[in-house]
């Protein structure tokens, strides 16, 4: 299968800042990535889709202005969480889908490894 | 009513049990089904996408009834390993919107 990693892994930081978390697919071109958030015993919530060059689609009642989402090429796509406050610590995955080939099934949404943000 | 609904559990069964989990989706016009795993603190992991015939993966089999809007998997033998949060998926919607729609996830833990 396809490998996405996700940086950092865990983040712990001061109210009031800005936290930026990157994914990327290693060994695919992904036109299409996926932001998810999770709270504790909750499903997946998607937050935003974003496509390679054009400006992220946002869920409903997803702050598009707190969360900026960039893809500015097939193989990366960022989260920045502005302002963190502490309701914002949560795990955020990212999940990327590929260009249709062959190798992946087009449907399949590739996961990155999430990463565990604490807002204190 | 919730797009997709399971029963969050949990499901507490010996090794060897045959266990079963449903999930209700609301839309009828949705496009793909999905069975995915996910561990405690990790990401999902893709287990099974689901197909109109119905498909087995060795111990698992997944059943798709369009008519009464749900999908089922089964797990037959079960194995330690198994204890998980499944979560079933639905995508509403073809074409360019590819959009997943999650359910809350059945928690199986299996038991010795």
């Known amino acids: 299968g396809a490998v996405v990693s996700q940086h950092p892994s865990w983040v712990i930081c001061k109210s009031g800042t800005s936290v930026k978390i990157e994914c990327r697919s290693l060994?695919?071109?992904?036109?299409?990535m996926f932001w998810y958030r999770q709270f504790p015993k909750q499903s997946l919530m998607l937050m935003a889709t974003?496509?390679?060059?054009?400006?992220?689609?946002?869920e409903q009642g997803v702050e598009k202005d707190k969360f900026l989402i960039n893809h500015a090429s097939l193989t990366l796509s960022t989260l920045t969480v502005t302002s963190a406050h502490p309701e914002d610590s949560s795990f955020y995955i990212c999940?990327?889908?590929?260009?249709?080939?062959?190798?992946?099934?087009?449907?399949?949404?590739?996961f990155g490894p999430g990463t565990r943000l604490t807002v204190l | 009513r919730k797009e997709v609904e399971q029963d969050p559990g949990p499901f507490n069964v010996p090794e060897g049990a045959t266990v079963a989990f449903n999930c209700t989706y609301s839309n009828s016009a949705s496009q793909s089904f999905f069975w995915y795993r996910q561990d405690c603190r990790k990401e999902p992991k893709l287990l099974m996408s689901?197909?109109?015939?119905?498909n087995e993966d060795g111990r698992f089999t997944a059943q798709l009834n369009r008519a009464s809007q749900y999908i089922s998997l089964l797990i037959r033998d079960s194995k330690l390993s198994d204890s998980a949060t499944y979560l079933c998926v639905v995508k509403p919607y073809a074409g360019n919107n590819r959009k997943l729609i999650w359910g809350l996830g059945t928690s199986l833990a299996v038991n010795p």
């Open positions: 999940s990327a889908r590929g260009v249709a080939s062959g190798a992946l099934d087009y449907n399949e949404q590739f």
């Open positions: 060994d695919f071109q992904a036109t299409t």
């Open positions: 974003s496509n390679e060059g054009s400006k992220a689609t946002y």
């Open positions: 689901v197909y109109s015939s119905g």
